[in-house]
């Protein structure tokens, strides 16, 4: 079974708009971490946000946010106030179980188009 | 925020050639980097994992004589492609993990290598 799965094939948001961008994801550990990232045709790999397992609160940076449903295990992106620059891929990702070699496991990504 | 380098960013070389690929952090030490190989509009498929001073754990189906990964110090690890062959031809990401960062601190990672064998 996929880790990480993103199933939206692409996105198109009107500028100003927020979109939801969405992640599940699977694991039988308790302790894990979820992350976000950008990647604009520059290739670059642009950390945008983090949520742990046990953080109670949503993780919010700036524009972004992250809707975290422990239960459905879903954390999807939330982008508000759309701008052009947005238009990106976005890569979830998970790390299971602390440790200096504990690895990333990526989704397949998603491709946002921001329409001005 | 924590840099990491890869250099260089982009070669053309010719099928049988090897090409090496230097990833380095800037302003941090990192014990631990990773290698991903991502072909267009895919996903980071994760490569090796290598730690300061030991041999890299490369991830199922990568052939380690012919992706050779050096970590020989905190802020230096490289990737050298042997033989290479068109199939090669590849975006290369390296990523640097802070020593001194928590267990979930995010990875940073290097602007990417854009490697094409003809």
């Known amino acids: 079974a996929q880790k990480i799965t993103q199933t939206q094939p692409g996105m198109f948001v009107q500028e100003k708009e927020a979109v939801t961008l969405d992640c599940t994801y699977d694991?039988?550990?308790?302790?894990?971490?979820l992350f976000w990232y950008k990647q604009p045709s520059s290739g670059e790999m642009i950390f945008l946000i983090y949520?742990?397992?046990?953080?109670?609160q949503n993780a919010t940076e700036g524009r972004y946010s992250l809707n975290f449903q422990k239960a459905r295990k879903s954390a999807n992106l939330v982008i508000s106030a759309s701008q052009l620059g947005d238009s990106a891929m976005y890569f979830c990702?998970?790390?299971?179980?602390?440790?200096?070699?504990?690895?990333?496991?990526f989704g397949k990504g998603i491709t946002l188009s921001v329409r001005p | 925020g924590a840099v990491v380098s890869q250099h260089p960013s982009w070669v053309i070389c010719k099928s049988g050639t090897s090409v090496k690929i230097e990833c380095r952090s800037l302003?941090?030490?990192?014990?631990?980097m990773f290698w991903y190989r991502q072909f267009p509009k895919q996903s980071l498929m994760l490569m090796a994992t290598s730690n300061e001073g030991s041999k890299a754990t490369y991830e199922q189906g990568v052939e380690k004589d012919k992706f050779l990964i050096n970590h020989a110090s905190l802020t230096l690890s490289t990737l050298t492609v042997t033989s290479a062959h068109p199939e090669d031809s590849s975006f290369y990401i390296c990523?640097?993990?802070?020593?001194?960062?928590?267990?979930?601190?995010?990875?940073?990672f290097g602007p990417g290598t854009r490697l094409t064998v003809l």
């Open positions: 949520q742990g397992s046990y953080d109670e």
């Open positions: 302003d941090f030490q990192a014990t631990t």
């Open positions: 990702a998970m790390r299971e179980r602390a440790g200096a070699n504990s690895k990333l496991t």
């Open positions: 694991t039988s550990d308790q302790s894990y971490g």
């Open positions: 990523s640097a993990r802070d020593k001194g960062g928590g267990p979930y601190n995010e990875q940073f």
